[in-house]
């Protein structure tokens, strides 16, 4: 095992004191081959740990490598090299035991567009073997929490883009996992629907989840993350608290330390 026990879990799922909230990655590799390049390394040796009770921040450009990241922590693709540990269980070797414990959510998250909302997350909560009286009491907690009650009989298709999004995290955190995945969930969102998706966030770190948050967006780093994974073509340029990461700037804005960062690392600096 990558990492040692500890007790005191939440959630539904927490067996064995090793299976608390934590994800521990190390030297994870993901090699694509393409017709044009050739080999082309998406993610080049990362390794990071994050703990239940933060957030924990996946900041990068487009095409950093941050999706396939996340993608491999799934188990939805599996790695080249490396391993890591959600809940104490590799991806390698116990894909089901870590699938039980994660919620993953992203802005390429589809729904069954002939299923009502309802429907949609119930089928999800069917999936994780929740029971009949289990699903229907937590869709109703998690409908009141995201204000969905006037369009769960509606058709998935027939949504808007934030009500789909809020579909999208109600299915994903329906068996109220203990890691939390979110790929750029906020992306394409009115100024509403981003507030109750960070509201939501917040409270999984208050409710001692371990949250790995993707995106580019830089005030949402601010605003959310105690600790920040910089990735850049791939690899790893940095990994410390926000603060500490805001103080490389002489502004002390995250945007300026960001840049900052990839310069260096496109210089041979330091």
Do not use: W
Not at 78 to 98: M, N, Y
Not at 198 to 208: K, L, S
Request: aromatic fraction near 6%; charged fraction near 25%.
């Amino acid at each position: 095992m990558l990492s040692g026990a500890r007790s005191g879990t939440n959630g539904p799922v927490a067996e064995a004191e090793t299976n608390f909230a934590r994800v521990v990655v190390r030297e994870l590799v993901k090699v694509f081959a393409d017709r044009k390049r050739g080999e082309v390394r998406a993610v080049d040796g990362l390794s990071f740990e994050a703990a239940g009770g933060e957030i924990f921040g996946l900041l990068g450009v487009n095409g950093a490598g941050k999706t396939t990241t996340l993608r491999m922590l799934s188990t939805m693709l599996r790695p080249s090299a490396g391993d890591a540990e959600l809940c104490g269980h590799s991806i390698l070797r116990e894909p089901e035991q870590v699938r039980r414990r994660i919620g993953f959510m992203s802005t390429a998250t589809s729904l069954y567009g002939r299923l009502s909302a309802r429907e949609m997350v119930t089928y999800f909560g069917r999936l994780h073997g929740m029971r009949a009286e289990a699903i229907a009491r937590r869709i109703d907690e998690l409908f009141d929490l995201f204000d969905m009650h006037d369009f769960a009989s509606i058709r998935c298709d027939k949504l808007s883009t934030g009500m789909k999004q809020k579909v999208s995290i109600a299915r994903t955190v329906l068996h109220d996992p203990e890691v939390m995945i979110f790929d750029e969930p906020t992306a394409g969102l009115d100024v509403l629907t981003s507030r109750t998706i960070i509201d939501f966030v917040t409270d999984c770190r208050r409710r001692g989840k371990c949250v790995l948050f993707s995106t580019h967006i830089m005030e949402e780093v601010e605003k959310l993350c105690d600790r920040v994974a910089v990735i850049h073509a791939g690899k790893l340029l940095a990994n410390e608290r926000t603060e500490a990461l805001q103080s490389r700037a002489g502004s002390g804005r995250i945007a300026d330390a960001f840049v900052q960062l990839v310069e260096e690392h496109a210089g041979g600096g330091p």
